[in-house]
């Protein structure tokens, strides 16, 4: 079993910045590719960004591409998410996630360890 903990979510305004982290316990870290979703209030939860094991691959949501960045450090046993130029539409609760397998994934159903969630607001 992993546990995932996410932090570093807030209150910024639109062109700000923030950076998310998931810190993973419970097994090796390494094994796992990772991902980052949201869900914002009255809507689904949906893809953000996801990485491989090693970190040397990542792939983004098109609405993300350019101004988000996943990033990964095995050997903290953490996963990041550097978010730039900020968007009022990108608020809501990201969560990071990891999946058995050894390939990136974009779906929700293939992931099999969330965190709680951290509040992204962005206001305008």
């Known amino acids: 079993q992993v546990q995932l903990v996410e932090s570093g979510g807030g209150l910024v305004q639109a062109g700000g910045s923030l950076r998310l982290s998931c810190a993973a316990s419970?097994?090796?870290?390494?094994?796992?590719?990772m991902g980052w979703f949201r869900q914002a209030p009255g809507k689904e939860r949906e893809f953000v960004a996801t990485?491989?094991?090693?970190?040397?691959?990542?792939y983004y949501a098109d609405s993300v591409k350019g101004r988000f960045t996943i990033s990964r450090d095995n050997a903290k046993s953490t996963v990041y998410l550097q978010m730039n130029s900020l968007k009022p539409e990108d608020t809501a609760v990201y969560y990071c996630?990891?999946?058995?397998?050894?390939?990136?994934?974009?779906?929700?159903?293939?992931?099999?360890?969330w965190g709680q969630g951290t509040q992204v607001t962005v206001s305008s």
């Open positions: 996630a990891g999946r058995n397998g050894s390939s990136r994934s974009a779906l929700v159903y293939e992931y099999d360890y």
């Open positions: 419970g097994h090796t870290f390494s094994n796992y590719p």
């Open positions: 990485i491989s094991r090693s970190g040397g691959l990542t």
